[in-house]
């Protein structure tokens, strides 16, 4: 629909400087976790909610491979990396961070506020 923006825009860093190539625990780097997060919009049908994106550098390098969720209402946006809590990154200070999950349509359905 035109002019329809998604509820959810969630910001993959690919960037070939750190994300790209350093992974998460479970071995997941920038481009796999792109992936992943777009296969789970389409195995659930939210491609009319949420936009997955790739993008370079958004800081907090030092807990890649990192990603935003951005919600449109009201939500915020949430840091996600490989880490858990409260971490000071460039630009932004101190932030909280969320741990990436295993399940990488748990991480879109937390941020879509689904029940
Ligand atoms: S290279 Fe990915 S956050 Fe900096």
Known sequence: MPG?????????CIDPRRCGYVPDDMGRK????????????????WADKVQVTPCRCIFGCTYGPRLD???RHGGGKVLYGSTEGKAT???R???DFRRIPPDLTQLVSDNLGTE
């Open 89 to 91: 990154i460039s630009r």
């Open 93 to 95: 200070g101190t932030v």
């Open 30 to 45: 920038g481009p796999e976790l792109l992936t992943g997060l777009r296969q789970a919009v389409v195995d659930n049908d």
């Open 69 to 71: 969720a951005v919600s």
């Open 4 to 12: 329809h923006q998604q509820e959810l825009n969630i910001i993959v």
